[in-house]
């Protein structure tokens, strides 16, 4: 099983606690985000948990941690996402320099092959334009190229609930432009530049289509083949393997205007104050009527490697 560690939330930034009492419990309790009264019980067990793929804007908090991990057992590696904005579009995420020192000193700690770069997403207004994204991405490539091998990058999507006058559609003209820079940038730094969910085809301009949750990073990260799918259940421009994610919904403080894992502040709050670390459950508690059913979920692992 792959553990995804959230595309939901950021667990490694403000869940961290729980999520180790999780793995040293052996196992956690979800809610099914489209049927709340549906709980699964997911195993943790290292023998089950090929690799946990841990998502975040700052993992400076569950740093700590990694060490518990390692000794446990667990393979592991980061999609971290460090973009060039204030916090006008991120409201409560620390210092920018501050969390890119925090992405070399988890580098450092785990290796350069267990840290991805996530430039995503993209967003173009009145002060945004062409311009700093090049300047920001070029002193970004210099700061962090010797740190990770991978740049995933993203034009940010329109979609229905994303209103405000913070972002703006991007031209046709401007995403080319942006990549063409971006894959010769990227290459000039000797990192790899991927593309997220993209429905226009980049790769003539050196940025390949990505997938997240790739299958040749799980098997470089856990030192064998996997017999791993696709996931079903992602977007259609999505490569990713499946994937078994044990966050929630409308928990995350970061505080993303153009978050679509969020609906509006109050909920957030009102659901984060209902959150213990020393529950089963990320959010909230099982009620004594409620049924948990055991989710099926097994390794993909089938032979060591010897390449890494």
């Known amino acids: 099983m792959i553990l995804s560690a959230s595309r939901r939330t950021d667990i490694p930034c403000f869940y961290s606690d729980w999520f180790m009492n999780r793995i040293k419990a052996g196992y956690?309790?979800?809610?099914?985000?489209?049927?709340?009264?549906?709980?699964?019980?997911?195993?943790?067990?290292?023998?089950?948990?090929?690799?946990?793929?841990?998502?975040?804007?700052?993992?400076?908090?569950i740093m700590q941690h990694l060490g518990t991990l390692d000794g446990m057992g667990y393979k592991y590696y980061f999609q971290f996402t460090l973009t060039p904005y204030d916090r006008t579009l991120e409201h409560n995420l620390r210092d920018k320099a501050?969390?890119?020192?925090?992405?070399?000193?988890?580098?450092?700690q785990i290796g350069k092959k267990h840290v991805i770069w996530r430039y995503d997403p993209?967003?173009?207004?009145?002060?945004?334009?062409?311009?700093?994204?090049?300047a920001q991405f070029e002193r970004m490539c210099d700061k962090l190229a010797d740190y990770t091998e991978t740049a995933i990058i993203s034009f940010v999507d329109m979609y229905t609930k994303l209103k405000t006058n913070l972002i703006r559609e991007i031209s046709a003209e401007e995403i080319i432009e942006m990549s063409?820079?971006?894959?010769?940038?990227?290459?000039?730094?000797g990192l790899r530049a991927v593309a997220c969910c993209e429905k226009t085809d980049l790769t003539q301009y050196g940025i390949e289509k990505a997938s997240c949750i790739d299958k040749t990073t799980l098997e470089k990260v856990c030192g064998c083949t996997l017999n791993i799918l696709p996931d079903k259940n992602q977007r259609l421009d999505c490569g990713c393997m499946e994937s078994v994610d044990i966050g929630a919904y409308n928990t995350c403080l970061n505080g993303c205007v153009?978050?679509?894992?969020?609906?509006?502040?109050?909920?957030i709050e009102r659901r984060h104050n209902s959150h213990n670390p020393k529950n089963e459950l990320l959010i909230g508690t099982v009620a004594d009527v409620e049924k948990i059913m055991e989710r099926k979920v097994k390794s993909h692992r089938q032979k060591q490697m010897t390449l890494f």
């Open 28 to 61: 956690a309790l979800t809610r099914n985000p489209m049927n709340h009264a549906q709980l699964s019980r997911i195993s943790l067990s290292p023998e089950i948990v090929d690799c946990i793929v841990l998502w975040t804007k700052d993992a400076k908090d």
């Open 98 to 108: 501050k969390i890119e020192d925090t992405f070399i000193e988890l580098s450092k």
């Open 122 to 134: 993209i967003i173009f207004n009145d002060t945004l334009d062409i311009a700093y994204h090049k």
């Open 180 to 189: 063409i820079f971006i894959g010769k940038t990227a290459t000039a730094h």
């Open 258 to 267: 153009y978050c679509y894992a969020n609906d509006n502040s109050a909920t």
